[in-house]
C-alpha cells in the first residue's frame, strides 16, 4: 500500500470511528470538511464487504439483534436472537461484538463464512457469503455521519 493510500484510508478510519461515536455528551464533531469527509466515505464504502447484521452484547456472548433484509446474513439464514460462537473455525463464545467483527474480515478470513450460532438451544451451522455494500445502505450511512457530525453551514 503506497503512503497515500495509508493517510486516506488512516483519515477515513477516522472518519468511520467517528460515525460510531455517538455525539452529544462530549460535543466532538468530524475535524473534515463535509465535502472530503463525504467523499473519502464513499470511496472506501464502495469497496466494503458486508454481512448485514447487527450485533450486541449478550449473557454469553454477542448475539445478532437485527439481520438486514435482502442481506448475506438473510440468506444465509441468521435470525436476531442467534447467538454467535463460531466464524470459520474461530471460537467466538464469550467475543465482544468488536471482536466477532474482526472474524467477518474479507481480507483475514475471506468471502466465504461458515457461522455457527445457537437458535434457542439448537446448534446451528449456516454458510454465508459477504457482499458489497448496498449502494442505499451506503447513503444511509453518509447522510447520517452528515448530519449528526457536520454543521449545516459546512455546506453539504
Given amino acids: 500500500m503506497n503512503v497515500n493510500r495509508q493517510g486516506r484510508l488512516a483519515g477515513v478510519l477516522v472518519v468511520l470511528a467517528a460515525m460510531s ?3 452529544g455528551a462530549e460535543g466532538r ?4 470538511p463535509a465535502h472530503e469527509c463525504e467523499a473519502q466515505m464513499r470511496s472506501i464504502l464502495a469497496d ?8 450486541a452484547p449478550g449473557r454469553w456472548g454477542t448475539v445478532i439483534t437485527d439481520v438486514d433484509e435482502e442481506s448475506p446474513a438473510e440468506r444465509a439464514g441468521l435470525d436476531a436472537g442467534d447467538r ?9 463464545r464469550g467475543k465482544s461484538p468488536s471482536q466477532i467483527k474482526r472474524y467477518l474480515n474479507p481480507r483475514d478470513n475471506g468471502r466465504d463464512l461458515t457461522i455457527v450460532v445457537v437458535r434457542l438451544g439448537e446448534l446451528l451451522r449456516l454458510h454465508a457469503r459477504l457482499a458489497p ?3 442505499e445502505r ?3 450511512i453518509v447522510a447520517n455521519h452528515l448530519a449528526k457530525q457536520h454543521d449545516d453551514s459546512e455546506g453539504h
Fill in 21 to 23: 461515536s455517538p455525539v
Fill in 29 to 32: 464533531k468530524c475535524k473534515a
Fill in 48 to 55: 466494503k464487504m458486508y454481512l448485514g447484521v447487527t450485533l
Fill in 84 to 92: 454467535i460462537i463460531g466464524i470459520n473455525g474461530h471460537d467466538c
Fill in 133 to 135: 455494500l448496498p449502494p
Fill in 138 to 140: 451506503i447513503e444511509q
